[in-house]
Each structure stands twice: as structure tokens, then as C-alpha cells.
């Protein structure tokens, strides 16, 4: 029993040589050779303990590419391209089934309307595969315009200064050649004592619920943060960060910020920023126990099992503009950390590999639970998490008394599907890494491509064809394989496959770089089985 199992030893092979451990199994037709294929292809979890290779990849081309936008001399170019003859022709397509829209809804024309809708979506595909963005005009106008509110800020908060924001992204040069960037860390608000474990001195007293909603409202805090920052420094501020919890289980915000801001402007902007969450309050359950609002086709919505009374809809609960208090409050705590990096010195790569330090893990792994005193305290905030809505459809809703909006008969009251309610994100849905749009002006595809393109046109210069090469002949379909497929082989072949696959292109790498270096490349290894029998 103390021997290895075969698959566990070739599991760690795969891990060794940096090769998916959990491949997905998928079909390539070549039809210039008649050839069919099923070959592995990498799952891309990032998260280590389902596949830590895909996982360690990932986060290596997020170190590259914080790495590249960190410290830009020169901006990015973001010129958009003229509009194609093909996009032209879209659009007035599009235009003429508007039109068209327009006059069966006139009519009255129920089914010519359902036709032109179906073939307006079918154009808006076209158009996002063939490279337009942007939201496009939608063919009925909204149903109800947004209250608007006051936007005059609250007065136990400071005032903060307004400029007019700049379209550059780079921030002050210094004695004519350095330009430094900064390293930031804001943190929640506190929500009662904690040991130095992260759990609470007094449980009783903590506040969960104001812990759950800010964890829940903690993405558009950081949105309004660098909204209000950008508009007191007056340029376009970029920034690469990321959102991890801490021990006492409240997310905070590690972030590279282009550019030399002062302190005290960032202490005050932190201090100055607020969230305020315009939805129906929602601090008392209406419906607490196993009694639950159920759906009637009568009413068309949800209504009380008791008096069959309908609940009130989201638009009906939601305050009006008279109200002048929200449902909710968020805000950063004190504790403000920021710190001026140079790029290309040693500090600016430790802070990276500080950064992307926990990608490679999931929410609950961040901070283990090794007493029981821990995992009470998570319970106490997943239980919180569970009553708390995550958004205006969120099904939690009706155990206030609330329909959600759109709400439909397929609802249960209070079971949510969204990721903010669960155990393992504890209430941190969202992205882990957040980056600007003008951070380094390429798109994560776009640095994935620059590191295989590397290494095509290193192989190419010693006359190496890549086997990916083949593949982008045009020639090369690719097909998911349906579950139960007899040509699918087995897990374990599927992994010697991918193993036999990187030894080979690893071979190749490494003749590559010896003729690069000016060294005689050698022959490189047969890896073959044909080779290796004879």
C-alpha cells in the first residue's frame, strides 16, 4: 500500500513538466489530410488545488503583464481602427431591421416583431465577432427612467479637490529621467476587536451584517475610489490590482498605481470615499421561518401564502428621491498603505510577486481555518452572506417581503445562485484581479500571444516548425467531445499524450536557445516510440 499508484505517478510527471493534470479531451479534424485527432487541451483553472500547472501559467502572465504596464515611459496607443466595409454593411443592416421594428411595433405586429428581434440578434453577433464594441442601441426604449437622486455629498466626510481629468495616463517625471510609480493597500472599515487569528474578541458584538454587505458592495466602493482619485490628481490614473481577504475574512485591495501621487492626497481621497447602496431596506426578515412568499399565475408574481396579497414589486420598494437615507453605507477604513516603487529594480519585482502572490488560490484558501474558533467565525459570516441580497434579482429578496426584479416562477425564496452566498467566496463574486482598461494597452489574450509568439519566432529562426503552426493553416476544425464518447481514451493516456508532447517541444526549445546563444545546436532527441525501439 506504501507503493505509488501508476496514475499519481504519472500525475506528477505532468506536474513536473508543467502540463495539465485534468485535460479536457477535444476532437481536431484536419481536412487537408483527412486526419481526426482527439487530443488534450489544458482546463486554464487558476486555482492550484485543482490544477496547480494551468494555475502557475496564469499567474505568470499576470505577473507579465502587471510587469509591462507598471512603468510605461511612452502612452498607449488605443487609435481606433476605421470601420470595415463588412462592419458598414452590418450596421445598415441593423438599421433597416430597426426601422422595420419600429413600424410592426406601430402595427401592432406581435409575430413580425419576434422575427425582427431574433434577426437583430443575429446581426449584433455578427457585429461583436467581427470586432465591434461598445453597447449597441437597444430596439424598445427603456420602460422607466432612473430616479435621480442628489448628488450632493454627505457632510461628515471631507471635501475633496476637482480638476479636470486629463486624457494621459502617465504620471510625473523627475529630474528628467525618473518617473516612479506607487503601491497601495486599502482596507475595510472595522467591525469590532479581533485576535490575532482574525476572530472577534467579543462575537456577540461584531457586526456581521454590515460585514457581509460591505464584502457584497466592496467592487463599486473600489469603482467610486478611483473615480474620485482620478478627478483630484486630473489625469487618467491606471492601476493592476487584486482582492484577497484578510484574517478576519474582509476583503482589502492590493493595487500598482501608475505614477507618483502624494500620500496625504491618497489618504484623503481614501478618507472622502464612500458607496451609497439605493436599494429597499432590508434589515428585518418578513419571512424568517419555513412560511415563504409562493408564486401565483393569477397575479403574475410572488404573493403571501397567508393573504394572498402581492409582494410589492423591486420598482415599488425602491426609495423615492425624497429619501434621503440609503439602505446601505460603505466605506475604507483608517488604515491607508502606500509606497513609492522605480521600476526595473528589485523592489518593483518583489511587490509583483507580492500582488500575484494568492491567484493561485480560491477565496476560502486564502486564509486557512486551523482552530474551531476560525471556522465559527466564517460560519457567523456565511450565514450572514446567505440573507444578504447580492443584486436587484437576487432571490434572497422575497424573504423581506420583496419581489426581485424579473422575477419569475423558477425563483425559491432565499436560495440564490449567485457566488457572493457561498461558502468559498464569502461574499467576493467577482474578479479576483481588477486592471484598468489603458494599463498597458493589450488585452490579456494579447500577452498570451506575445509570449507564444516569442518563442514561434525563436524556433523559426533555427528552422524549427512549431506543431502549432499546423493548426493555424485554416485547414484545422476543432469539436467538443460529448460525454460518453467511445474515442475519448482514458484520463492516464490522455496525460502521457500531453507529457510526450512538452518533452518534445521542450527539446526543441532548448536546440533553439544553444543556436541562439552561438553555440552548435545539436540533433535533437528522438522522443518517439519508434525511435526509442530502435
Given at each position: 500500500?506504501?507503493q505509488p499508484?501508476?496514475l499519481?505517478?504519472?500525475?506528477s510527471l505532468?506536474?513536473t513538466?508543467?502540463v495539465c493534470?485534468r485535460?479536457l479531451?477535444?476532437r481536431?479534424?484536419?481536412y487537408?489530410?483527412?486526419?481526426v485527432d482527439?487530443?488534450p487541451?489544458?482546463?486554464g483553472?487558476?486555482?492550484a488545488?485543482?490544477c496547480?500547472p494551468c494555475a502557475?501559467k496564469?499567474?505568470?502572465l499576470?505577473?507579465a ?5 507598471w ?5 498607449p496607443?488605443?487609435t ?6 463588412d462592419q458598414a454593411a452590418?450596421?445598415e443592416?441593423r438599421?433597416t ?5 419600429q413600424?410592426a411595433r406601430?402595427?401592432?405586429?406581435e ?6 428581434r431574433?434577426?437583430?440578434?443575429a446581426?449584433d453577433?455578427e ?5 465591434v464594441?461598445g453597447?449597441?442601441?437597444?430596439l424598445?426604449a427603456p420602460?422607466a427612467?432612473?430616479?435621480k437622486?442628489?448628488?450632493?455629498r454627505?457632510?461628515?466626510v471631507p471635501?475633496l ?5 486629463a486624457?494621459h495616463?502617465?504620471g510625473r ?5 525618473f ?5 497601495l493597500?486599502l482596507?475595510?472599515?472595522s467591525?469590532?476587536r479581533?485576535?490575532d487569528d482574525?476572530t472577534p474578541?467579543?462575537?456577540d458584538?461584531?457586526?456581521?451584517r ?7 458592495h ?9 473615480q474620485n482619485?482620478?478627478?483630484a490628481?486630473g489625469?487618467?490614473?491606471?492601476y493592476?490590482s487584486?482582492v484577497e481577504?484578510q484574517r478576519r475574512l474582509a476583503p482589502?485591495?492590493h493595487?500598482a498605481l501608475?505614477g507618483?501621487i502624494p500620500?496625504?492626497?491618497v489618504r ?10 439605493w436599494?429597499p ?9 419555513e ?10 408574481g410572488?404573493?403571501?401564502?397567508a393573504?394572498?396579497e402581492a409582494?410589492p414589486?423591486?420598482?415599488q ?8 437615507e440609503?439602505?446601505?453605507?460603505v466605506?475604507?477604513g ?13 523592489e518593483?519585482g518583489r511587490?509583483?510577486?507580492?500582488l ?12 486557512e481555518?486551523?482552530t474551531e474558533?476560525q471556522r465559527?467565525?466564517a ?6 452572506l446567505r ?14 417581503g420583496?419581489q ?7 425563483l425559491v425564496?432565499?436560495?440564490c445562485?449567485?457566488k457572493?452566498h457561498?461558502?468559498s467566496?464569502?461574499?467576493l463574486?467577482?474578479?479576483r484581479?481588477l486592471?484598468?482598461?489603458?494599463w498597458?494597452?493589450k488585452?490579456l489574450?494579447d500577452?498570451r500571444h ?9 524556433l ?9 503552426d499546423r493548426?493555424n ?6 469539436q ?5 464518447d467511445p474515442?475519448?481514451?482514458?484520463r492516464?493516456h ?12 521542450k527539446?526543441?526549445?532548448?536546440t533553439?536557445q544553444?543556436?541562439a546563444s552561438?553555440g552548435d545546436?545539436?540533433t ?5 516510440a519508434t525511435?526509442?525501439?530502435?
Open positions: 500500500m506504501r499508484v501508476a499519481d505517478v504519472v500525475r505532468a506536474e513538466n508543467g493534470v485535460p479531451a477535444q481536431r479534424l484536419d487537408a489530410t483527412g486526419r482527439i487530443v487541451v489544458a482546463c483553472s487558476t486555482v488545488s485543482v496547480a502557475d496564469a499567474r505568470k499576470r505577473m503583464q502587471c510587469r509591462e504596464g512603468h510605461l515611459d511612452d502612452e496607443d488605443f481606433p481602427a476605421e470601420p470595415t466595409s452590418l450596421t443592416l438599421s431591421l430597426w426601422a422595420d421594428y413600424n406601430a402595427q401592432g405586429d409575430s413580425g416583431m419576434e422575427d425582427l431574433e434577426a437583430v440578434t446581426v453577433v457585429l461583436r465577432e467581427g470586432g464594441r453597447k449597441l442601441p437597444a424598445d420602460a427612467k432612473p430616479v437622486r442628489s448628488t450632493r454627505k457632510q461628515d471635501e479637490p476637482r480638476r479636470k481629468v486624457k495616463t502617465l517625471e523627475f529630474a528628467g529621467r518617473r516612479p510609480s506607487m503601491f493597500t482596507t475595510l472599515d467591525y469590532g479581533v485576535h482574525g474578541v467579543n462575537p458584538g461584531y457586526d456581521y454590515r460585514a457581509a454587505r460591505d464584502a457584497v466592496f467592487a463599486a466602493l473600489l469603482d467610486r475610489w478611483v482619485l482620478r478627478r490628481v489625469y487618467d490614473v491606471q493592476f487584486t481577504p482589502h485591495w493595487a501608475r507618483a500620500h496625504e492626497l484623503l481621497v481614501t478618507a472622502g470615499t464612500y458607496h451609497q447602496v436599494w431596506q432590508h434589515d428585518e426578515l418578513v419571512y424568517p421561518g412560511t415563504v412568499p409562493v408564486w401565483c399565475d393569477r397575479a403574475k410572488f404573493v403571501d401564502p393573504t394572498r409582494l414589486t423591486w420598482e420598494a425602491l426609495p423615492g428621491a425624497e429619501d434621503s440609503p439602505a446601505h453605507v466605506r475604507f483608517a488604515q491607508v498603505h502606500s509606497k513609492g516603487i522605480l521600476g526595473g529594480t528589485e518593483s511587490h509583483i510577486g507580492y500575484t502572490k494568492y491567484l493561485t488560490k480560491s477565496i476560502s484558501e486564502c486564509q481555518e486551523k474558533r465559527r467565525h460560519d457567523r459570516l456565511h450565514e450572514e440573507v444578504t441580497p447580492c443584486s436587484p434579482r437576487c432571490a434572497v429578496w422575497l424573504l423581506y420583496i426581485p426584479a424579473g422575477a419569475r416562477m423558477n425564496a432565499g436560495r445562485k449567485g457572493a457561498r461558502r467566496t464569502l461574499g463574486p467577482g474578479r484581479v486592471v484598468s482598461r489603458k498597458s494597452g488585452s489574450a500577452h506575445d509570449r507564444t509568439q516569442f518563442v514561434r519566432q525563436l523559426q529562426d533555427v528552422g524549427i516548425t512549431p506543431d502549432t493548426d493553416t485554416g485547414s484545422v476544425v476543432w467538443k467531445v460529448a460525454p460518453g474515442d475519448v481514451p482514458p492516464a490522455l496525460l502521457m499524450h500531453a507529457v510526450a508532447e512538452r518533452l518534445r517541444w527539446a526543441q526549445y532548448k533553439a544553444l543556436a552561438g545546436p545539436p535533437p532527441p528522438d522522443l518517439s525511435g526509442q525501439a530502435a
